[in-house]
C-alpha cells in the first residue's frame, strides 16, 4: 500500500468491522500506520519536550513536558505573579546544560539573588526591554527565528489572535520551548497555542493550574503543585507550611476569589502570630 494513500482509502482498504474509527490499525502498512495519531492520544508522535519539574504536570502534557516547536500560553491573574515558580523546575535544567532564558518585555525588573535561589543565575538571563507591543512581537518572533539555546519567555498581554498564530508557525521550526505570557481575562480569546493553561497561587505554598488547551483529549479539574520558593522549604515548620489555617475564612475567600498570591497575606498573619 502507497504511504501516500489517503487515510480515508487506508481504512477502507483495511479489513476491519464497525465504523471506520475502530479500524484495525495493524492491518495498515508500517510506513502509513506510523504516521496517524489519535486525538485522545497524549504522547505519541509529539515533538521533544522539557520536563517541567512536576510529575503530575508532566503526566497531563502531551510528550511529558514543555513541549518544543510550538507555543505555550501561560495565563495569570497578574503579572510576574507565578511564572518563575511554575517555570523554574523546568528551565533550571536548560541552564544547567548551557542554555540561556531568553526575556522580551517582563513588566519588571527580574530580581537576580531570588531567581539564582529558584536554580537560574543571573548569567543565564538575557533581557530585552521592548517597550511597545509592535517591539516585543517583532523580538519575540526574531529570537524563535534564530533557533537558540535554551528558552524564549515572552511578555505579550496585547498580541492578537493573528499575531499569536504567526509566532506559533515560526515556533515548529524552533527547537527551544516558547512561552508566551497573557493576562488570565484572554482565556475568552480564540488561541493557535497548542498548549494553553491558567495558572494561580494557592493559600499553602502551592500552585493552581488549570489546562484549558491540549493536544490529545481535553483536561478536566485543576491541578494542585507543591511550589515552595526559594529555600523556604529548609525553614518553615510543619504549622506554617499551612498558612491558611492561620487565615480567617473571609481572607482566604478573599484570596481565592481574586487569584493572587497567598505569600502577602499569610506573611502579615505569621507576624502577628
Not at 90 to 95: M, N, Q, R, Y
Not at 189 to 204: N, Y
Not at 248 to 258: F, G, I, M, S
Request: proline share 11%; aromatic share 4%; with cysteine.
Amino acid at each position: 500500500m502507497p504511504s501516500h494513500l489517503p487515510l480515508h482509502k487506508a481504512l477502507a482498504a483495511s479489513p476491519a468491522e464497525g465504523p471506520p474509527h475502530l479500524a484495525d490499525l495493524s492491518r495498515l502498512a508500517p510506513s502509513v500506520a506510523k504516521t496517524l495519531w489519535w486525538a485522545t492520544d497524549l504522547h505519541r508522535a509529539e515533538p521533544a519536550a522539557v520536563p517541567t519539574g512536576f510529575a503530575a504536570l508532566d503526566a497531563e502534557l502531551p510528550g511529558g513536558g514543555w513541549p518544543c516547536q510550538s507555543l505555550t500560553e501561560l495565563l495569570q491573574p497578574q503579572p510576574s505573579l507565578c511564572e518563575w515558580r511554575l517555570l523554574a523546575p523546568g528551565l533550571k535544567a536548560l541552564v544547567r546544560s548551557g542554555g540561556h532564558l531568553l526575556l522580551v518585555g517582563p513588566p519588571k525588573r527580574p530580581h537576580a539573588a531570588g531567581l539564582a535561589q529558584l536554580g537560574l543565575p543571573a548569567g543565564s538571563l538575557v533581557w530585552f526591554a521592548a517597550h511597545t507591543p509592535s517591539e516585543r512581537l517583532w523580538t519575540t518572533e526574531q529570537l524563535i527565528g534564530a533557533n537558540p539555546r535554551g528558552a524564549i519567555l515572552a511578555w505579550l498581554p496585547q498580541a492578537r489572535p493573528e499575531q499569536l498564530r504567526r509566532l506559533q508557525v515560526h515556533a515548529q521550526s524552533c527547537d527551544c520551548p516558547v512561552f508566551v505570557f497573557r493576562p488570565e481575562q484572554a482565556r475568552r480569546d480564540a488561541s493557535p497555542a497548542p498548549l494553553r493553561m491558567v495558572a494561580t497561587f494557592g493559600l499553602d505554598w502551592e500552585l493552581h493550574v488549570q489546562i484549558l488547551k491540549r493536544r490529545g483529549g481535553p483536561h478536566e479539574g485543576i491541578l494542585t503543585l507543591p511550589s515552595i520558593p526559594g529555600t523556604l522549604a529548609e525553614v518553615l515548620t510543619p504549622r506554617l507550611l499551612r498558612p491558611s489555617q492561620l487565615m480567617t475564612q473571609r481572607d482566604a475567600n478573599h484570596v481565592n476569589a481574586l487569584g493572587r498570591a497567598a505569600e502577602p497575606t499569610a506573611r502579615r498573619h505569621l507576624a502577628s502570630h
